[in-house]
T-cell receptor
């Protein structure tokens, strides 16, 4: 079965630093998503992306965050000036189209901000 | 705001049936999803409902009542591997925005 991949699996960074989390969605998928899950808490939608632009974003997704599709395969989440509370698991997901039922989630990147 | 409620934790016995409820109040609705999430892993898709009624898929079934803002996930013939968190998620007015409940941790005991 096709799968979404994410790198790195674990990222440790110091407060104030910038991090880039990388995702490779499934090749024929057109819609991409980032989610966050703080340890022990619920999955939170951050942003959806289609046709090289943001489709929807949540209140969490403020100016500290940005997304990019730098080439035909990668989809990145940049977090500027990281804070302790940014420590979480970040999941990337993709789907074939907006109306598609199923989103495929990647294995996640655990971000630890110290 | 968006509100999705699920019980925090449930325990059931191997071989039994368990029903996990979800109630929601969202500003828009374009479908309700159930995901399974094992500890430390990504959510995996289980089921989807957009019309009222029951959707059955093997040992798993999901029910939706839009007028009541209510759904449940039914797991039959429970197996130890079903021990996981079950997440209820609602897709909003825009097809590209999703709201998740806090998840129900299911413990299956022998």
């Amino acid at each position: 079965e096709p799968e979404v991949t994410q790198t790195p699996s674990h990222q440790v960074t110091q407060m104030g630093q910038e991090v880039i989390l990388r995702c490779v969605p499934i090749s024929n998928h057109l819609y991409f998503y980032w989610y966050r899950q703080i340890l022990g808490q619920k999955v939170e939608f951050l942003v959806s992306f289609y046709n090289n632009e943001i489709s929807e974003k949540s209140e969490i997704f403020d100016d500290q965050f940005s997304v990019e599709r730098p080439d035909g395969s990668n989809f990145t989440l940049k977090i500027r000036s990281t804070k302790l509370e940014d420590s979480a698991m970040y999941f990337c997901a993709s789907s074939e189209s907006a109306g598609t039922i199923r989103q495929y989630f990647g294995p996640g990147t655990r971000l630890t901000v110290t | 705001g968006q509100n999705i409620d699920q019980p925090t934790e449930m325990t059931a016995t191997e071989g039994a049936i368990v029903q996990i409820n979800c109630t929601y109040q969202t500003s828009g609705f374009n479908g309700l999803f159930w995901y399974q999430q094992h500890a430390g892993e990504a959510p995996t898709f289980l089921s989807y409902n957009v019309l009222d009624g029951l959707e059955e898929k093997g040992r798993f079934s999901s029910f939706l009542s839009r007028s009541k803002g209510y759904s449940y996930l039914l797991l039959k013939e429970l197996q130890m591997k079903d021990s996981a968190s079950y997440l209820c998620a609602v897709r909003g007015n825009n097809f590209n925005k999703f709201y998740f409940g806090s998840g129900t941790k299911l413990n299956v005991k022998p």
